[in-house]
Structure formats: C-alpha cells, structure tokens
C-alpha cells in the first residue's frame, strides 16, 4: 500500500509537534496518507505558530478562521429546499453538539492551516474559544498574513485577539451589529422570501426511472 | 470649532466613494489619496487609501468588502451540487477552476473517485480557465500600465478559449459543470480539434504579448526592482500561485501535492520561478504559465482515455461526516475549501481559502516607501480578481 510511508511521515510530524509543545498539544488526528489535524491549548497556540514556522518547516500560511459547532438553532426554514423534500417539514429534534477531528470542548474554535513545502504535507491546528473569554493570542507576529484573516474571523466569530496590531472591521460596514458567521445568526434572506431556487427541484433527466415514481 | 484630520479623511472618503473619483487630500502631515472603489480593469471593486509624503507612499491600505457576498454563510443552506453554482462566481475570470477543489472535498469526503476520463477532461477545463484568465490578466497588465493595444488583442484571444470552454459546458464564464463523481457530460464531436487550434492561437498571442509589453523597454522601467517580495516574506503572507514563484519559491500544487481526481500527474511540464521577487517577474512567471497550460492541454487532448464521464453517486447526495481540506493550483494561485460535513445533505461550515485573499494582504507591506505610479504596476502585477478577494 502507498499509504504506509506518509502516514510515518504525519506520525513523525506529530511526534515532533508533541516534543515540542509538551502538555500543550491535546488531540490530534490523522487521516492516513491524507492529513493531519492537532489540537492545541489557548496558551500554547502562539508557541505553536512559532515551533511550526521556526522549527518544524511548516513556513507557508495558508488560513486561519473558525468553527461555530452550535447545531443551527433554526428550524426548516434554513435548510436547502431539497432537504425540505427529502425531510418534510416537521422539526428536527435537536442535534447534539459534536466537534470534529481532534475533539474540543467549546461551541466556538479557532483554526489554521500551515503547510510544508519541504515535506510536501499540511497541517490543521484547532484551538478552542471559550464562550464566557472568546480571545485567542494573535498569529500575526509570527505569520503576517494571518492579520487579515484574524480581522474577519474577528467580525464573523466576535472573536477577540489580543497583541493583533489593528482589529477593526474588514468587510462588514463599521456599525454592523452580530457575527454573521455564528449559527445563531439568521440568514435573513431566507426569513423574508422562500428561496427561488424551489422552482428548479425537477428530477434529473436519465436518472428519475426508480425514484420518481416512488 | 476645530476639524481633526481623522474627520477630514472620513469626509473625503464619504465623497469619493458617492463620487467615484480618486480625490485628494492635503492634511498637515501630507496628503491622502484616495484610490477606487473602482479598478480600471474591472477586477471589481477595491478602494485604496495611501497615505503620501510627496510622491512617496508612507502607508497605503486597501479596503475590500465591497463585494463581500458572504458565500460562506450560503453554502450551509446549499446543497451540496448547488455549491458550485455559487462558488463559480468566486474568481469570475477562471470560474470552472472554482468549482474542482470544492467538488474534490466533497468526492474525498464521500470516498468517490471519477473516473479517468473524466479526471482528464476536467483537468482540460481547469486549464482552459487558467488559459483564459491568464490571457486576459497580461491584456489588463497593459491597459493598467498605458498599453492599450494588448488589451484588445488579449479580449480577441481569450474567446477563442471561452469559445472552446462554452462548446463543453454550454457557459461561457459560468460553466457549472463540474459534478460530484465526475463531469455533466462528454465532449462534444470535433471539439478536440479545435481546442488544439485555439492552443495554437493562445501560443501566438503569448509572444505577441511578449513583444508587445513584456519586452516593452517602459514596462520593464515601470517593474524591473519594483514591490520586490522576498521569499520568506511572501511565504509568511501565503501568497501563492505566480506571486509566490515569482519570489523564487519553487511550489506548484499541481506538481507538488495535486490532489486525487486531477490528471496532472500524466503531463509533462515545467514550473517556472523567477528569482527576483518584483513586479516584472510576477508578470513574467504568469506569461510563461500560459504557455505551459496550453502545452498541458495540448498533451491531455490527445491521451483522453475511453469511458465514462460520470461514476456511480446517489441521485441524493448525502456526505458522510468527517472534515475534508482540499486546494489545488488555481489560475490566481491556491486555492482550496475546508468542508466540513455533519452527514447531511447541505455543508456545515465552508471556509474558502481564496488566492487573491492572501495576496492582496501584502499590499501594505510591499507599497510602503514606494512612488505612487509604482502602486499601479505593484498592484496589477499582483493580479487580484476582486470577487476572489470578497468572496
């Protein structure tokens, strides 16, 4: 199998991360031959940004933004009018709330991406935010690239990061109240007009023998 | 009653925005200029304000936003297939390149692979979108910078690939053609002809841009040793596709780390880096690129393997839960969608990691000290489709 020799690769990767950040690093994941995703603590994600680039050979950034894991507050009438028809529209009971790989404990998480042009390979960090303090350490002294990115995760997530040398709003006009990103966020589109996109639910021509007439 | 500087500048701003002039200012510490919200090659709307002593620029800082779409928030009430009718409109210029990293997050998610003809003609399209983007990036390169003449011979050109790409998908800039498992449908009769023909053209045209302005003398005064980018520092930006290269980076993600469901790894091509990190070999890597793309196509035209163009998916598309990052090389440089799916039919959270993001990120770096024309050739060397940057 050709997935054998990378999968030693984010093994050693994660092995090296874990030397480094000792008790910082909290989960990780791997997805053998595909990607590698570590969890990390608040406290330790500046250090993180700078064993990456610094140490490790993880130079490039690529992103930085966040997760709201909250399960959308809001019933049906969010949901993508094909699920209207797959589902009816009775109420979804209400899902728990399950974070991805590498686990977290809160609602909001932080997120990046490095890669390494050496070893050909990226990485996901994940740091949690949590809901009653949401401010993580800024990267952007590390990797300039993440001031704009810390900028929108800001003014989508409401989340705060201290030491970022100008937070102020990127997209969204200055008096914009509420973190659109946020899934308590409404989509207010869908509040005052039912999607078009209804009328092209029509089935697909070749494939609707079985499931058209069922 | 005393007017602040900080309220002089809102007040200009105000009026050039309503206005939709570039405007000045003269404050005490120097002069505020105020470029946009209009971009002379329509890339879409970014507005700049530079801060000036003199001809210099002290600070100069782009505000996007204007065309913030918030694609983000309606992917999670989208279904899977009706994504890349919205992503498609992402970078306008190179739209099916939009629509493959999405649909690859999704097939790796689900654990589809398409099937070899269809990695095939897809990579065809991803590089007609790169052909035609790029074409007309080098047109706009000349209209920015005083050169009109190539700008039409760039808008003559690129239909020939719009031509090729509309006999295909049956769009000309918005395909919507890519699918869950493979493509919507097959070529068309005699279309590998003509592509072969039009690859010929575009080749044509890249020397005539050659001549034209690449190895015009007063291009090269207005770039060579203009907005130089180091590599560490472009690298710590994330800039990516040309910009990065043209740092001296040796990083193409169709060479390097392609992702599975593209045929690059059957084509023979050569990355090209330039070592000096200014405006003139950003714009030179991109003329080399087109080249090669046609060169690319050119190869993948005659290995199309026989068979189907479709593999076998659900009529419903239900994506098992897992998260998938997924970015390939795309005509502005990387980009890629993080998909996060909670086994449903609609994404629960897609973060779109955008080439032009990232690359007009720098802007302040590299444009402090510069002279104001230079904040022209630095920025339309940087190459930046607006609806890329806002998504």
Redesign the interface.
Known sequence: MEETPTDDLREEVLAAFAAELGDGLLESYIRPG??L?IRVTRDAWPELASVA?RKLGF?????L?A??WLP?PFARD???Q??LA?HGRDEKAP?PM?Q??AGGDTRLQV?A?LLS?SR???I?CKVDVPDDDPSVPTWSS????A???ERETCE?YGIDFPGHPNLI????PGAFEGH??RKDFP?LA?RVKP?P?IVDVEP?PG?DDA?ADA | MTVTDSQKLAYVAAQAADARVNLEFETDDGMTLNMGPQHPATHGTLRIIAKLDGEQVVSCEPL??YM?R?Y???C????YP?VTALVNRIDWLGSFANEVPFILAAE?LMGIEAPPRAQHIRTILFELSRVANISLFLGDLGIQLGGLTIGFYAFRDREHVLNQIEAVTGGRFHPNFDRIGGLKDDLPKGWIAETHTAMQKLRDFCNQAEDLLIGNEIFQARTRGVGIIPP??A?????SGPNLRGSG?E?DLRK??CPKGLAYDKVDWKVWTHPDGDSFSRCWIRLQETREATKIVDQLLDTIPAGPVMAKVP??IKVPE????V?TENPLG?M?Y?V?S?G???PF?V?I?SAS??NV??VP?VTRGVLVPDVISILASLYFILGDI?R
Do not use: C
Not at chain 1, 169 to 172: C, D, N, P, W
Not at chain 2, 76 to 79: G, L
Not at chain 2, 322 to 325: F, H, L, M, S, V
């Open positions: 595909n990607d995703w680039q130079t490039f950034f690529d992103f933004s997760i709201d959308s969010m949901d993508s094909e699920d797959v899902t399950t991805g790989y997120f991406r042009m050909q390979m990226g996901t590390t990797f300039a690239g001031n704009w990115h989508m709003k990127l997209y969204l659109p990103l989509l869908r999607w996109g697909m494939n499931e | 996007p936003g913030h918030g983000e928030k309606l999670e009430v989208r279904t009706q790796e560490e520092v690298l710590s930006y994330g800039l980076v990083w390097h780390a009529r419903i897992g998260e998938a990052y970015e990387a890629g993080y996060v909670k449903d039919l609609v959270r973060k990691r993001f990232n990120s720098i770096w806002d």
